[in-house]
């Protein structure tokens, strides 16, 4: 039996009592597979059998009988016993080898679940340990804010400043929209030089409490846009044109995520204008001055450029409509619902040249000059807007 076993490709260990084949049976490094004869100098087959059914060790054996016994009661009793099969001596050495091939596979298949479940155990800690220190961050994230908050109202300071490792995390979740990965972020005190052959991106929002407006300016050389352009996107831009939209999509994205952070310490924030992207070149005029910003070198997927941050403070205020200016956000519906149940302009609308001709020819047409509440845009915004 032995040389037949080695033959067939296995290694067997051959024991000659009952209780040697229990002691072997039940190691922690047990053979998976057990050829148990019913006629032992001690216990029986049956009687091991249950012994090792009963023990219950981590991986069940495949038993099975090889005995002379050729009754089906006796056949019956064995496979009652907790035996997996039952081969009569003498033995057909073919379907000997297919019987043992198949209590291989059962074996393999047991073992890979047992892999399974304690993956699917180590991933459920991981994912518990995960769940806690989330939400150790977001109660820390949660007081923080409301520090911050409070600590505006009181002071009626400008918005908050983030801390480095704000910054980072949400730049890191930002970039990874635009299946591009960030590789570095270091605060650069240096001022922004803005050059002929600058790429240039912005976008920015209005922020309610503490009246703010909070920009997001992507400074970044051609070769660098292009770059990004192509590691996100799969191909070379076909024009400059084309790179300073993506470019300007960069800036949204990334404000965006500004925006979540600053909804978190300071509630409601004005919807986000259209960003927009130019190349110094197209732009004359000198760049506005930044009094309280912030400046990131940033470096993703091997290129890299800066990130700006601007606050400013832009009370909402209530003017004329005679007064209102390109690029003024509505603060609240126009005219307002004490006037007309249906207004012609919603809360959060961005009035351009067209919105300000019709509700100009609205005002014609009533004879009503109605007040409107706005936000007025920042230098920065006029600056990518030359046509306001």
């Given at each position: 039996?032995?040389?037949?076993?080695?033959?067939?490709?296995?290694?067997?260990?051959?024991?000659?009592?009952?209780?040697?084949?229990?002691?072997?049976?039940?190691?922690?490094?047990?053979?998976?597979?057990?050829?148990?004869?019913?006629?032992?100098?001690?216990?029986?087959?049956?009687?091991?059998?249950?012994?090792?059914?009963?023990?219950?060790?981590?991986?069940?054996?495949?038993?099975?009988?090889?005995?002379?016994?050729?009754?089906?009661?006796?056949?019956?009793?064995?496979?009652?016993?907790?035996?997996?099969?039952?081969?009569?001596?003498?033995?057909?050495?073919?379907?000997?080898?297919?019987?043992?091939?198949?209590?291989?596979?059962?074996?393999?298949?047991?073992?890979?679940?047992?892999?399974?479940?304690?993956?699917?155990?180590?991933?459920?800690?991981?994912?518990?340990?995960?769940?806690?220190?989330?939400?150790?961050?977001?109660?820390?994230?949660?007081?923080?804010?409301?520090?911050?908050?409070?600590?505006?109202?009181?002071?009626?300071?400008?918005?908050?400043?983030?801390?480095?490792?704000?910054?980072?995390?949400?730049?890191a979740a930002a970039f990874m929209e635009l299946r591009l990965a960030l590789e570095a972020v270091q605060a650069d005190t240096g001022g922004l030089t803005v050059e002929s052959n600058t790429s240039l991106a912005w976008a920015g929002m209005a922020v309610s409490l503490p009246g703010s407006w909070f920009d997001v300016v992507i400074s970044a050389g051609a070769a660098e846009a292009k770059g990004i352009f192509q590691r996100s996107l799969g191909r070379e831009p076909k024009t400059e044109a084309e790179a300073l939209n993506f470019l300007a999509e960069v800036a949204r994205v990334v404000a965006a995520g500004f925006g979540r952070m600053l909804r978190t310490r300071h509630g409601e924030i004005q919807t986000i204008l259209m960003s927009r992207g130019l190349s110094a070149s197209q732009r004359g005029g000198k760049f506005p001055m930044i009094a309280d910003g912030e400046s990131f070198r940033v470096t993703v997927e091997g290129h890299s450029f800066r990130v700006l941050t601007s606050r400013t403070a832009s009370s909402r205020r209530t003017v004329g409509s005679g007064e209102l200016r390109a690029l003024d956000i509505l603060a609240?519906?126009?005219?307002?619902?004490?006037?007309?149940?249906?207004?012609?302009?919603?809360?959060?609308?961005?009035?351009?040249?067209?919105?300000?001709?019709?509700?100009?020819?609205?005002?014609?047409?009533?004879?009503?000059?109605?007040?409107?509440?706005?936000?007025?845009?920042?230098?920065?915004?006029?600056?990518?807007?030359?046509?306001?």
């Open positions: 039996m032995k040389m037949f076993l080695e033959k067939s490709g296995y290694a067997p260990v051959v024991v000659g009592t009952s209780k040697d084949g229990l002691e072997v049976a039940l190691k922690a490094d047990a053979p998976g597979i057990i050829v148990l004869d019913w006629v032992l100098p001690d216990l029986d087959g049956p009687q091991v059998c249950r012994k090792l059914r009963d023990a219950k060790p981590k991986t069940r054996p495949y038993i099975i009988f090889l005995s002379s016994k050729q009754d089906k009661s006796d056949i019956g009793q064995a496979l009652d016993s907790g035996a997996d099969d039952y081969v009569t001596k003498p033995f057909n050495v073919v379907e000997f080898q297919a019987r043992l091939r198949v209590a291989r596979r059962t074996i393999e298949y047991q073992l890979e679940l047992h892999k399974q479940i304690t993956d699917n155990e180590a991933l459920s800690q991981r994912n518990t340990l995960l769940g806690e220190l989330i939400s150790k961050q977001q109660t820390a994230a949660s007081d923080a804010a409301k520090k911050a908050a409070e600590a505006a109202k009181e002071t009626h300071s400008p918005i908050a400043r983030f801390t480095p490792n704000e910054t980072k995390f949400m730049l609240a519906p126009y005219p307002p619902p004490s006037v007309s149940a249906v207004p012609l302009f919603k809360e959060g609308v961005v009035l351009t040249s067209r919105f300000l001709e019709k509700l100009r020819y609205q005002v014609e047409s009533t004879q009503a000059v109605e007040k409107a509440d706005v936000w007025r845009p920042s230098a920065l915004a006029v600056y990518f807007h030359p046509d306001a």
